[in-house]
Antibody, heavy 118, light 110 residues
């Protein structure tokens, strides 16, 4: 069965960096795009980034462009999110999700909490 | 990348039908048949309910249906049940090759 397990969350000071990882299993990882979606405490879902199956095409929300970098390793079935220059408004649960061939996501991880605070 | 607009809350009695709207622009909802809908219970990850405007993933009840007209997509829940009480989010592909979520709708079963 499809499984997505995020890791790497924690408490970090403003301006510092953090790297999230998502380990995928139960499907042919190299043929799917992968998304990161976040949800601030008590707020709605916010799309963050996507990396296509080729690992070359990458897109970002305006709110994180230039600060976050998405990458994938098809040999290890992992997708990562490098988050630099973190701000308080980046505090959220970060979900990894498998992309549908068209758009949207059909499987989601359980999420990892990132708290940006001094 | 402005969020798609959804009503903050919708309610209905058991057995009734409710509809949640999701309004965007020609650059997202109106430009592509790539609208998806998600159900989220408190403390849980979102669950895909509808994709590509009106397609249901395997295992999702046929009480859930989706449609689109112009820049507005809709999710209809028929035969409302207590377990349907949750937050619902729409999402669309955009002309920038990104995605955007709606503001979210809290569904209450009276």
């Amino acid at each position: 069965q499809v499984q997505l397990v995020e890791s790497g969350g924690g408490v970090v000071q403003p301006g510092r960096s953090l790297r999230l990882s998502c380990a995928a299993s139960g499907f042919t990882f190299s043929t799917y795009g992968m998304h990161w979606v976040r949800q601030a405490p008590g707020k709605g879902l916010e799309w963050v980034s996507v990396v296509w199956s080729d690992g070359i095409h990458k897109y970002y929300a305006d709110s994180v462009k230039g600060r976050f970098t998405i990458s994938r390793d098809n040999s290890k079935n992992t997708v990562n999110l490098q988050m630099n220059s973190l701000r308080g408004e980046d505090t959220a649960v970060y979900y990894c999700a498998r992309g549908l061939p068209t758009a949207g996501s059909d499987y989601w991880g359980q999420g990892t909490l990132v708290t940006v605070s001094s | 990348q402005s969020a798609l607009t959804q009503p903050a809350s919708v309610s209905g009695s058991p057995g009734q039908s409710i509809t949640i709207s999701c309004t965007g622009t020609r650059s997202d909802v109106g430009g592509y048949n790539y609208v998806s809908w998600y159900q989220q219970h408190p403390g849980k990850a979102p669950k895909l309910m509808i994709y590509d405007v009106s397609n249901r993933p395997s295992g999702v009840s046929n009480r859930f249906s989706g449609s689109k007209s112009g820049n507005t997509a809709s999710l209809t829940i028929s035969g409302l049940q207590a377990e349907d009480e949750a937050d619902y989010y729409c999402s669309s592909y955009t002309s920038s090759s990104t995605s955007v979520f709606g503001t979210g709708t809290k569904v209450t079963v009276l």
